[in-house]
């Protein structure tokens, strides 16, 4: 059915006739104003020399020079290595991470007992919502050489002779950063999957019973099919988030033996802004160029998925 465009008498008749919800959508507008595209304006310091005591209007402009700085100057070396890291665990995070929670949503919805599927959605739930540096505090203490469990176990089991310093290990920290992102996110992330399988037609699957389809073949031809929407939309938005990873669990974990490995875009913007000399200008080109990419491999992931399916964002 063709849509038909509204004229501007028609639009003034349905403000009118609609008021209220007009207006109850005013403070809407003005927060989406004042904390979304105002603070756009501060972008203008990426290609500036800012300085905090000239401001962002008073200060010089100097072009795409901090771009190139960070690029290609004497310091990219430390950007690229932020950049790649990030990349490798998202990507490991998309491997490993994300068809977990498909797999407990349909571990879930198989479960007839509601107050068995309850008690196991609560406990995986439940990681979601300890904070931070609460989980790390978990990890370090697990992993600790001298009183953690893990290490306790693996020598009593003569799967190694003495204790692994496993947080200043490189070759460990990445395995470990995704097994706890794993256990602390899978569960949560599962419940929109779960959502969507909740909506199925239970028609489909009792005529499938009557066809004397097996478990696997009912996930096969009637879950993963019908959840195949959300699975699309859920991936094109984690490959539009492939160089954001959040800097406090990686701050709280990783150490200088590890830099190599876990240092990630965000923990070089926060050295770099905060810590180091406070260069605004050039973490601001920074955080410009990963929005840039991350923009970028969204439109890439959405055309991709939109040509070979009918589900896309836009």
Known sequence: MKKTKLSVAE????????????????????????FYFKPLYGLTIAFKDFSPFMGITDSPWVGLDNFRELLFGKGSIYFWRALKNTIIINFYGIVWFFPIPIILALFFFEMTNKVRR??????????????????????IKLLSPSSGIVNQILVSLGIIDKPIHFLIEPIYYRTIYILSAIWQNS????????ASLMAISPQLYEAAELAGATWFQKVRYISLPGIKGTIMIMFILKIGSLLTLGYEKTLLLYTPQTYEVADILSTYI?????????DISMVTAAELFQALIALTTTFIANKIVKKYSEVSLW
């Not at 569960?187 to 779960?194: D, R, V």
């Open 11 to 34: 639009y003034m008749k349905d403000i009118k006739k609609n008021k209220l919800l007009y207006i109850m959508i005013i403070p809407v507008l003005i927060w989406y104003g004042l």
């Open 118 to 139: 309850n008690f196991y959605q609560v406990i995986l739930y439940l990681p979601h919502f300890i904070s931070v540096v609460v989980i790390t505090s978990i990890i």
């Open 270 to 278: 926060y050295r770099h802004g905060i810590q180091g000399a406070g």
């Open 187 to 194: 569960g949560y992330s599962s419940i929109i999957y779960f």
